[in-house]
Structures are given as structure tokens and as C-alpha cells.
């Protein structure tokens, strides 16, 4: 067992070779983000700063968590244990869970949940892009979905981003101070691991090497546009596409899978 | 007053549509959040294939204390319609 | 329904003199009678005018503030199908707040007046939504009696005298068939599920029956302002005659989940073809239109919470737009 990722290391292979563990690890890794990140978007519903916005956050949960349930329902069947998207979803631990860091961070105020939000949205629109491309032929397809879904995502974002970064001076300490906050968890999105690059070798998944510059530049374009700063490198080393986790994760699964654990095996 | 956002009507053209209908009104701060706003409020179930936004302020609409002097004089004027001229039937393409 | 304390004293036409004011309100009526459409520039009496203004925003309060209550229980949802289900529900009662806000502003006030008169607490919303959600079975509850009370009302308003309000009910109406049919499908569920979620599809009807019933307000005989609303179709059903529709097209779907009405009186009347209900308690109903229900304080709060914290988002957005010129839109 490896300590640090929490997962068995799959032992080496040939080279190049797709390792059915591997494989149902990537897909769940962006199904885990998709979903926790759609869970913490949902918390706003209802409390949102205008009625429109309210409507524009529900929309984004629900593609978010409609891209975890395809993506989910894939990694069971990679899995091969029986293991639906709801299994996945209510019956994990902490521990087994791989999104991103990032991901899991509280919503904060508006600021905090657009910062978040923005970076993420970038992050997808590289991501899926890549995926268009992967030689796994079903997560070609849920990427092509999701990349519609991505762009308004990040066309919302990155609006609400120049309009909080741009409009007020207390708009622009907010995100100023949202965006400090947060960046410390952005080296983990494109900083690849085993998994990452036995699947880049399989062509099913691209080359975060290669994607890492290219977000970093739309970031800069952005961040130059809001004009915000863009804060400087913190090299911590966060894993929560290993299963390590920050605090919160543990707080909002507790909620999440509430129901599902207090009535086993019940049907809903 | 400085939080307000102003007001848009909103105009949807469906899938099946010929022309853009307006389908109600809604509150942004910009051009570019009054479409996303009408996106998300007024397209949910495929209605849309195109979405005008005007702001409220700029549309201009005819009185309807005028409305008898705009449109009753039209009424009488059947020789627009075609069904108003007789033409033979054997008479083709017309 | 959305109007239970609607009161429209001291806003009768002034009588004129000149008469002229007169014949405009017969020719209103004569309109009003051929089934024609008032359209936001037409002339309309004043009190038709205000009348409307309550009615349609206290329709739109209620569909906001109704999102609370169901949303206390999106992040609990028990699979990701149910989850996302919620969201769209909920989404779309923002959604139908939002078409009602925008039918109001067309009689002449902004929607900014509307909120500041519901968060300052002048302002009434549906009493229904002063009720808390204790378990998962309250948001089968909800959609199924709650929804349901409310397509009653809302079909026949579809054909309001009001273009903008009538045109937003056909909208709203549209939308609400999903909603009331989602509520159902959960308590099929429990109530054929374990003894456990037996047991609580039960205490939810316990809990909702009742004020679900009161949300057809109070009977007609003490309700003073439905007969002026009547000859103005902006009311086209009596509170007994919805309420009667209700119960009679509900309770075999109770009996058909197998779960018990909490009406010890409740008997099925072959006489008049009829279900006949026992007493409403009105001094509950009375309670919580003042403000001293179960939520009312919680759901006020929350508002005022939600519009607080946001304004500095607002502010943001409005100077931002200041910056840039006139209609531009930046390119996606």
C-alpha cells in the first residue's frame, strides 16, 4: 500500500500498457470533481445574491452532477464490482474519494465561489478538450457533452471574474483575497501522477505537461482583464486525487450520504 | 439605487419558430448577463435557438389610445388580401 | 391561494364628476366581460391596477420563498437522479418568481420595491411555506399536495384577465406538471419501501394535510374581496370550490399509496358525489399568516441574509457595467 496515495500501486507492466485499475481511476477522478464541486454549487440555491443568479448557479450544479452520474456510472462498470453511480457516490469514504482539492473548498462568499469556480471551468475546458481525442471511445463521448456545458460554464465565471475584479473596490479586495486564498490548491491540476501518465500513455487521457502552460495562459488573460494579481507559487503538495483530503470533504460527505447511510440498503 | 441592474425584455426565437417572440422580462447588470440571464431563465426546455435582449427603457411601443387611428383603417382595405380578385381556375401559377 | 390576506380597501375608483372616468370603467368591464385581454398599456381602474400588483407579487413571494423549504433538503438528496430532480424543481420556482416579478413590474413598480416589502416583512406569501421539512418525505409531501393545491389555482388563472399575468400562468403551468408528478413518485416509493420509510411518508402526510388545505385560503363567506375579483377575472374559482376539487382528486391518491388522511371525518358523500372534510383549524392558519408559524422567521430571515450578503455583488455589477460603453457585450 502506498501511503501517501491510499490506492495499491497496480505493478509495473509493459509498457504503455492500460492497467484496468488505472483506467477506472481517471474516470473517477473526474467524476469525483464534477460531483463534489456540483454538491457545493447546489449549497447556493435559494441564497443566491439575485433571483437570476440563483437560476444560473442551479443550472451549473446540474451539469456538474449530470457529468458525475455518466462519468460514475462508467468508472463502476470499469470497476467491474457492481458499484452503480449511487454506490460510488453515498457509500465512500473520504479516503476513497479522488477529486481534486480544490474542488471541495467552501463556498465563502460569492467572490470565493466564482474564484473557485473560474479556475475550475478553465481547468474542465483543457481537460475535455483533451478527452475529445482519448481512444476510449465512451469518454470521448461524455467529454464531448461536457465541453458544451464547459464553455458557458467558463464564459459565466470568467465574466462574474472581470465584473467582481473590475467593479468595486470592496469587489476587488473580495476576489483579490479569494483568489489568494485558493491558489495554493491549483499546482495539483496539472501536476500528473502515475495514473495520469499510464493513461496519457494509452491515449486515453492527454498530457497535463502539455495542457498546465496553456490553462496558465487563459488564467493570465483573465486575470489581466479583472485586473487581479496572480499570486505567487505555493508549492504544497495537495492530494486529493490520491484520497488525502482537506477537512471539509469529510463535513459535506457526512451531509451528502446521510440518508443512504442511516437507511441501508433502502430504495429511494 | 447603485446595486439596481436595469431592466430587459426578452424575445426567443424556438427551434421550430420563424420569428423571435417575446416571452417576458428580466433584470442584468449588462448586455452580456441579460443574454446569459435569458438563457438560463427562458431556454431550460430547448425552447431557444436565438435570444434578443433589449433593454426595457429603448423599446418603443405604439398607444393603445391610439390604437383605432394605427389599425381599424386597414380593416376596409380588402384589395390587399388576395382572395379579394377572382381568377379562373384553369389558370395556372397564380 | 397566494392571496389569502389580499385586502383591498381605501383603493376604490374616486368618483369624477366629470363621468368621464365612469364610462372608461364600464367600457373596462364591458371588455373584461367579452373576455378580452388588459395589456400593461391599457386604461384599468386603479384598484384593478393595485389589486393585481398584490396578487401577482404575493404569487411571486411565494414561489421565492417557497424554494427554501425544498431546498433544505438538496444536499441531502438520497440518490444523484433525486438530487438533480430537486434542483430542476427548485430552479424552476425561481424561475416562476421570476415571470411573476416581470408580469408585476409591467403595472408600473420595480421589482426592487416588491423585495424590500416582503424582506421588511409588509408584504404576504403563501402560509404554506412556513412549515418546516423534517424529512426526505416532505419534499414527496410537497410536490404531491403542495404542487398539486397549487396547479388548481393556477389552471383557471391561466385565462386571467391580465395578458402578462395570464401568459406568465400558461408558462408556469407548463412547467409545473413535472413537479406535482416527481412528489407523487417519492411517496410511491417510501410508502412501498421499507416499514421505516412507510412510516415516514406517513408523518408527512400527518404534517402536510392539513395546511395544505388552508393554502385555499379561507371560505368564500368570509372572504370579502373575492366577489370584486370575480367580476374582474383576475379570481375565476370560489377558496371552497378549489379546495373541494382538491380533496376529492387527492384522497384516492392517498388511498392508492395506502397511507391514511389525518381527517377522522373524512367521509366519501354519495349524495353529492362529494368527500366531506372535518373542521379546519383557522386560528393555525390565522397564526401563521402574523407571522407566528413554525418558519416564518427562518424563511425572512433567510432572505434577508441572501439579499444582504449579495449586495455588494450587486454594487459590483452595476459599477462595472458603468465602466464599459453602452451595449457592449464582451465576446464569450
Known amino acids: ?268 | 439605487m447603485s446595486e439596481d441592474w436595469p431592466l430587459f425584455e426578452v424575445f426567443i426565437r424556438s427551434r421550430s419558430g420563424l420569428e423571435h417572440k417575446h416571452v417576458g422580462s428580466l433584470h442584468a447588470a449588462d448586455a452580456r448577463m441579460a443574454i446569459e440571464h435569458a438563457r438560463d431563465v427562458y431556454t431550460r426546455r430547448q425552447e431557444g435557438v436565438s435570444i434578443w435582449v433589449v433593454r426595457s427603457a429603448d423599446l418603443i411601443a405604439s398607444d393603445p389610445q391610439e390604437a383605432e387611428s394605427l389599425f381599424e383603417p386597414a380593416r376596409d382595405k380588402v384589395y390587399r388580401h388576395p382572395t379579394f380578385y377572382a381568377i379562373p381556375e384553369e389558370v395556372k401559377n397564380l | 391561494m397566494y392571496t389569502q390576506a389580499l385586502d383591498i380597501h381605501g383603493k376604490d375608483p374616486v368618483p369624477s364628476a366629470d363621468g368621464e372616468r365612469a364610462q372608461l370603467a364600464e367600457r373596462f368591464q364591458a371588455r373584461i366581460d367579452a373576455e378580452e385581454r388588459i395589456e400593461p398599456k391599457d386604461w384599468m381602474p386603479e384598484a384593478y391596477r393595485q389589486t393585481l400588483i398584490r396578487q401577482i407579487s404575493q404569487h411571486a413571494h411565494s414561489e421565492i420563498v417557497g424554494m427554501l423549504p425544498e431546498g433544505n433538503w438538496i444536499t441531502r438528496a438520497p440518490t444523484l437522479k433525486r438530487k438533480v430532480v430537486l434542483i430542476a424543481k427548485v430552479q424552476d420556482e425561481g424561475g416562476h418568481g421570476l415571470y411573476l416579478y416581470s408580469a408585476a413590474e409591467t403595472l408600473g413598480v420595480a421589482r426592487s420595491e416588491l423585495i424590500a416589502q416582503l424582506l421588511a416583512g409588509t408584504a404576504k406569501y403563501s402560509s404554506i411555506f412556513n412549515y418546516p421539512t423534517l424529512t426526505w418525505a416532505d419534499i414527496g409531501a410537497i410536490g404531491w399536495l403542495v404542487d398539486g393545491a397549487a396547479i388548481m389555482n393556477q389552471i383557471p388563472l391561466c385565462r386571467c384577465s391580465y395578458g402578462p399575468y395570464a401568459r406568465a400562468m400558461v408558462r408556469i403551468c407548463k412547467e409545473e406538471s413535472f413537479h406535482q408528478r416527481q412528489g407523487f413518485e417519492i411517496m410511491l416509493t417510501l410508502a412501498g419501501g421499507s416499514p421505516a420509510q412507510r412510516a415516514m411518508a406517513q408523518d408527512a402526510l400527518n404534517r402536510w394535510w392539513w395546511p395544505s388545505l388552508m393554502m385555499f385560503g379561507p371560505s368564500d363567506a368570509d372572504s370579502k374581496h373575492t366577489a370584486q375579483s370575480m367580476r374582474w377575472k383576475i379570481k375565476r374559482f370560489s377558496n371552497d370550490e378549489l379546495r373541494q376539487k382538491f380533496v376529492d382528486t387527492t384522497v384516492p391518491q392517498a388511498q392508492f399509496l395506502g397511507l391514511t388522511v389525518p381527517d377522522p371525518e373524512l367521509r366519501w358523500d354519495e349524495a353529492t358525489q362529494h368527500y366531506r372534510i372535518g373542521a379546519i383549524d383557522w386560528s393555525e392558519f390565522n397564526a401563521v399568516l402574523k407571522g407566528n408559524g413554525p418558519c416564518n422567521r427562518e424563511r425572512l430571515a433567510a432572505r434577508r441574509a441572501a439579499h444582504d450578503s449579495g449586495g455588494w455583488v450587486r454594487a459590483a455589477a452595476a459599477a462595472h457595467a458603468q465602466k464599459e460603453p453602452r451595449g457592449a457585450a464582451r465576446a464569450a
Open chain 1, 1 to 268: 500500500m502506498n501511503a501517501v496515495s491510499g490506492a495499491a500501486s497496480p505493478a509495473d507492466g509493459e509498457h504503455g500498457a492500460m492497467r484496468p485499475e488505472a483506467h477506472f481511476r481517471c474516470v473517477l477522478r473526474l467524476g469525483d470533481t464534477s460531483l463534489v464541486l456540483g454538491q457545493r454549487l447546489s449549497e447556493w440555491i435559494g441564497h443566491a445574491p439575485e433571483l437570476e443568479e440563483d437560476l444560473a448557479l442551479a443550472n451549473l450544479a446540474l451539469d456538474l452532477i449530470g457529468q458525475a452520474r455518466l462519468l460514475l456510472a462508467y468508472a463502476g462498470e470499469l470497476e467491474g464490482h457492481g458499484r452503480d453511480e449511487d454506490a460510488l457516490a453515498f457509500l465512500r469514504d473520504a479516503t476513497e474519494f479522488t477529486n481534486l482539492t480544490l474542488a471541495e473548498q467552501p463556498n465563502g462568499d460569492f467572490g470565493h465561489t466564482l474564484v473557485r469556480q473560474w479556475l475550475l471551468d478553465s481547468w474542465q475546458l483543457e481537460i475535455y478538450q483533451g478527452l475529445i481525442a482519448s481512444t476510449d471511445a465512451r469518454l470521448a463521448a461524455i467529454a464531448a457533452k461536457a465541453l458544451k456545458e464547459t464553455r458557458y460554464h467558463y464564459r459565466f465565471s470568467s465574466g462574474w471574474l472581470v465584473r467582481l475584479g473590475d467593479g468595486t473596490e470592496e469587489s476587488h479586495l473580495r476576489v483579490q483575497g479569494a483568489l489568494d486564498h485558493l491558489w495554493r490548491f491549483t499546482p495539483e491540476l496539472f501536476a500528473p501522477d502515475d495514473i495520469d501518465e499510464r493513461m496519457q500513455a494509452a491515449g486515453v487521457a492527454p498530457s497535463l505537461a502539455e495542457l498546465g502552460p496553456q490553462w496558465s495562459r487563459r488564467i493570465d488573460a483573465d486575470l489581466a482583464a479583472a485586473t487581479l494579481q496572480r499570486p505567487a507559487a505555493q508549492p504544497y503538495p495537495w492530494h486529493g486525487k490520491r484520497g488525502v483530503h482537506t477537512e471539509h470533504l469529510g463535513h459535506m460527505l457526512g451531509e451528502m450520504q446521510y440518508l443512504q447511510r442511516a437507511y441501508p440498503g433502502a430504495r429511494w
